[in-house]
Nanobody, 122 residues
Framework: QVQLVESGGGLVQAGGSLRLSCTASGGTFSAYAMAWFRQAPGKEREFVAA????????NYADSVKGRFTISRDNAKNTVYLQMNSLKPEDTARYYC???????????????WGQGTQVTVSS
C-alpha cells in the first residue's frame, strides 16, 4: 500500500512563493511517475505538473508554465512543487499522485494523497 503525504501549503500573498512536498512510503517510489493536481472549490480537479520516474522528463499545464517547477529526490522518496509568482487563481487544494507506469504522459494515476491547501490573497 503506497501512502502519499503532502505538506508545505499555506496562505501567501500574490506574487509570493511556496514549495510543496510529497513524501511516499510503502512502494517503489523511484519507479513511479509523480504528479501534482489541484482542485478549487466548485471546480473539477485539474492537472498541474508531472515528472517521470528518474526526473528526466517533465510536463506542465499551460497555466503554470514558467512559474512552477516540479522536481524529485528519489533518495528521499519525495517530489516537490516550487511555486513562484503565485496568483489568486492558483488558490486550490493541491494533491500529489503516483503512477506505476513511470512515464510523464501516463494513462492513469494509481495513488493519491490527501492534499494540502494553498491560498493566494490578492
Amino acid at each position: 500500500q503506497v501512502q502519499l503525504v503532502e505538506s508545505g501549503g499555506g496562505l501567501v500573498q500574490a506574487g509570493g512563493s511556496l514549495r510543496l512536498s510529497c513524501t511516499a512510503s510503502g512502494g517503489t517510489f523511484s519507479a513511479y511517475a509523480m504528479a501534482w493536481f489541484r482542485q478549487a472549490p466548485g471546480k473539477e480537479r485539474e492537472f498541474v505538473a508531472a515528472i517521470n520516474w528518474n526526473g528526466g522528463s517533465t510536463n506542465y499545464a499551460d497555466s503554470v508554465k514558467g512559474r512552477f517547477t516540479i522536481s524529485r529526490d528519489n533518495a528521499k522518496n519525495t517530489v516537490y512543487l516550487q511555486m513562484n509568482s503565485l496568483k489568486p487563481e492558483d488558490t486550490a487544494r493541491y494533491y500529489c499522485a503516483a503512477s506505476r507506469y513511470g512515464l510523464v504522459h501516463t494513462p492513469r494515476y494509481d495513488y493519491w494523497g490527501q492534499g494540502t491547501q494553498v491560498t493566494v490573497s490578492s
